[in-house]
């Protein structure tokens, strides 16, 4: 029951796509989807650029941990790996909360894909685990992103000014939340 929980396969509700477990069988092109530019100049530096085939099947492996509480997707569409979406559940003081991130391949954007897989998974986060608060912190110039939460009903919470740093620059960061109504 708890691989099930953890580990869903989701619907979302455009033609082609849904949300589900990685499989080491992913790794190949995961590896050649993530390793863009453009993808990691707005994800953490754990994020590795160059993206090569050992970080694919490091990931998988990692993602795949069955003691682990957090829920790893893989973005599925037209029936390949074309990116990742994930919630981070947060402890202490802060267990109400966790945090939603995610990626996409670069020839899927513009199509509603992440704004319907954030939809799909903050509401399957909500109704199957005791939180009441999810949240993205993204670079204030990703403005891709910020149309993606806003679109998913997430609301703009706060600028964090020169709070984080990406290529030796430092830069500021918004901070999106939506709450368990």
């Known amino acids: 029951m708890a691989e099930t929980l953890l580990r869903p396969t989701l619907a979302v509700p455009l033609a082609g796509v849904r949300l589900r477990p990685w499989h080491l069988h992913d790794a190949p092109v ?17 994020f590795p650029h160059p ?34 979406i994930s919630v981070l559940f947060k402890d202490d003081i802060n267990r109400c909360s966790a945090e939603i991130g995610y990626w996409l391949g670069r020839r899927h ?47 703009l919470e706060a600028r964090l000014q020169k709070s984080i740093v990406k290529e030796g620059v430092v830069q500021d960061a918004l901070l999106f939340a939506a709450l368990k109504s």
């Open 51 to 84: 993206y090569q085939l050992q970080d694919a099947y490091w990931y998988i492996g990692m993602v795949s941990d069955p003691d682990s509480r957090d829920v790893h997707l893989a973005i599925e569409v037209e029936g390949e790996a074309a990116g990742a």
């Open 30 to 46: 995961l590896a050649e989807t993530a390793n863009d530019r453009g993808i990691w100049q707005n994800l953490r530096d754990v």
């Open 109 to 155: 954007w513009g199509r509603g894909i992440v704004t319907e897989a954030v939809k799909v998974l903050t509401a399957y986060t909500f109704a199957h685990f005791d939180i009441s608060r999810l949240y993205a912190e993204i670079f204030a110039r990703n403005a891709g992103s910020a149309r993606v939460l806003t679109k998913a009903g997430y609301q």
